[in-house]
């Protein structure tokens, strides 16, 4: 059984910080790409930030320049950090990764973080 537990989130006010942390568990053989998502009340979940087992990184457009991704291979973690936070970068977050198990192929989802930037 592999799982994904996101930590780091919070209230935080316009122009703060945040890390997110996303640490996978169970029978992993390699993880491939590692992405953040979120969702904001209303709106479809958008990818955020993506990473890929080359170190290839991608940002969405509203968080260029503020957030980066990294991750840590011997940990099967990977971190968000979130910069000049907006009260429009408010939403539940969750990591994704496309891992590789001993037996199959998955794409796994954690179960979301939330994130609030208040003024």
């Known amino acids: 059984q592999v799982q994904l537990v996101e930590s780091g989130g919070g209230l935080v006010q316009p122009g703060g910080s945040l890390r997110l942390s996303c640490a996978a568990s169970?029978?992993?053989?390699?993880?491939?790409?590692m992405r953040w998502y979120r969702q904001a009340p209303g709106k479809q979940r958008e990818q955020v930030a993506r990473?890929?087992?080359?170190?290839?990184?991608y940002y969405a457009d509203s968080v260029k320049g503020r957030f980066t991704i990294s991750r840590d291979n011997a940990n099967n973690t990977w971190y968000l950090q979130m910069n000049s936070l907006e009260p429009e970068d408010t939403a539940v977050y969750y990591c994704?990764?496309?891992?590789?198990?001993?037996?199959?192929?998955?794409?796994?989802w954690g179960q979301g973080i939330a994130v609030t930037v208040y003024s």
């Open positions: 994704n990764a496309d891992l590789r198990t001993v037996i199959e192929n998955l794409s796994v």
């Open positions: 169970g029978s992993i053989f390699s993880i491939n790409a």
């Open positions: 990473i890929t087992s080359g170190g290839y990184t």
